[in-house]
């Protein structure tokens, strides 16, 4: 279990030193499964999906003796008892982990990139693996469908899922519910509808609602949707004169970059921006990017080449998760790799969602609003991050933006200010207060001997 630490580096006086760090790609050949992996292979967008390691004995195969048995014991156990995500690790970001020696039990375990991609049993947190309030589907997006896949919470706003999906599976996945195979503990949601049925449901739902103006395009990991498909969705998109911002989901662009180098992906995206520029709609990509070490140059150079072939904009949204991310120093390395570095904005750190089994990466409000304040006046201030709560049946709120804190409960209250689309007839739903919980180890003891009691009241 991680504990909440934020020391502050206090060289030069300042409790944060910039220092440029350029990008540089580890070298594979340091695993021993990959000593004769060429260059060539390595930048295979086929090759790095091949060689995706979604399994214990795939992993062994890789490390050969680096690692002790009690890792792999610990990871197998958490695919039993604990995960809610499947494994599925691209050789890119396993090359990220310990990226600067030959990895051994205990650096792989102290791993950032490890800790949120590769979860193992002790990582979690004992007492309380998941909050009593967590959900599976946290932010309640299925609940807001209005088309399979077609999410409708903000108002002028709609989230497209066009697939399952993603070339790699994060263990804190918010879409957990939907995203990736079932787990021994996750019976996952399925898509029902063929793709082409669904994609037709979301565009007739956007031409009967004007007001929808901004679309984010998502999944899973839109890298994964066939090219011809996923273009002939943005077309779609970009026909209906009333959609004025589309929004591309992709972590591949960090996890598997080399997706976004492909000849026909370049080309095709290069026409869809093209149409993008010549009808007035802003076309950006949205990635996931949690730590500074998942920048190579090879992740440089697939978010210039987006730039390159006409999109507007390459955004970051990743996750605050402790024992990954959770420090002044670590948020500001990484956004300063990505604003330096790699042409990529620091967009927004989104918190934990309440998932379950996700209390050891979820940090309390009060922590992230630290976080925010420590971050200020160190980046240029467009390219100085928002860290926000997903409030569920709210939306995303700046962390500063509570209305009233229970500090020895856990529980913040937030407001709205817009009805998402399934409380169109709730008059209260713009007046009342929406809770929000801090996870339960990092409360007072007071605190959580209240909880304790509450669970045994149920
Ligand atoms: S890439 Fe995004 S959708 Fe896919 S598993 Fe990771 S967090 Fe979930």
Request: net charge negative.
């Amino acid at each position: 279990m991680t504990e909440l630490k934020n020391d502050a580096a206090t060289a030069a006086g300042q409790p944060y030193n910039y220092q440029r760090r350029t990008l540089e790609e580890p070298d594979w050949t340091r695993f021993p499964g990959w000593r004769d992996v060429t260059a060539k292979q390595w930048e295979s967008a086929q090759w790095q999906r091949v060689n995706c390691v979604k399994n214990v004995r795939q992993l062994r195969a890789l490390m050969g003796d680096l690692l002790d048995e009690r890792f792999y014991d610990d990871l197998e156990t958490d695919m039993k008892r604990l995960a809610t995500m499947s494994m599925l690790v691209p050789p890119q970001m396993l090359n990220t982990m310990v990226p600067d020696k030959t990895p051994d039990t205990e650096s792989f375990y102290a791993d950032p990139i490890r800790r949120y991609m590769i979860p193992v049993a002790t990582d979690r947190h004992l007492d309380w693996p998941s909050h009593p309030h967590a959900t599976r589907d946290s932010l309640h997006e299925h609940d807001m469908w209005v088309a399979e896949g077609l999410t409708h919470r903000y108002p002028t706003k709609v989230l497209a899922e066009l697939l399952s999906t993603c070339p790699q599976y994060c263990g804190h996945c918010t879409r957990m519910d939907l995203v990736g195979n079932s787990t021994p503990t996750v019976d996952k949601l399925k898509l029902t509808l063929k793709p082409v049925d669904r994609y037709d449901a979301h565009l007739a739902y956007l031409k009967s609602h004007p007001g929808v103006r901004d679309v984010v395009v998502s999944g899973g990991d839109v890298a994964n949707v066939p090219w011809k498909q996923l273009e002939a969705y943005l077309m779609g998109l970009l026909s209906v004169p009333t959609v004025r911002d589309i929004r591309l989901a992709t972590k591949a662009l960090a996890g598997l970059p080399q997706h976004w180098l492909q000849g026909d992906v370049v080309e095709g995206l290069n026409r869809v921006a093209i149409t993008a520029e010549r009808r007035g709609v802003n076309l950006a990509v949205h990635t996931h990017v949690n730590h500074v070490n998942s920048l190579t140059p090879l992740v440089a150079r697939a978010a210039r080449m987006l730039l390159e072939v006409g999109v507007r904009d390459v955004r970051n949204q990743g996750v605050l998760m402790r024992g990954v991310n959770a420090t002044t120093a670590d948020l500001l390395d990484l956004c300063f790799g990505l604003q330096g570095e790699a042409g990529i904005l620091p967009y927004y750190f989104y918190m934990c969602d309440m998932i379950p089994n996700a209390e050891h990466w979820r940090v309390p409000v009060w922590y992230a609003q630290q976080l925010q304040h420590d971050m200020m006046g160190y980046l240029p201030g467009y390219a100085t991050p928002r860290i926000v709560c997903d409030v569920p049946f709210v939306g995303k709120r700046w962390v500063h933006m509570l209305t009233e804190y229970d500090r020895e409960h856990g529980i913040s209250y937030w407001t709205k200010n817009y009805r998402t689309s399934i409380e169109a007839t709730d008059d209260e739903a713009l007046s009342k207060l929406y809770a929000y919980y801090d996870p339960i180890d990092t409360l007072p003891e007071s605190g959580q001997q209240w909880w304790r009691k509450q669970q045994v009241a149920e």
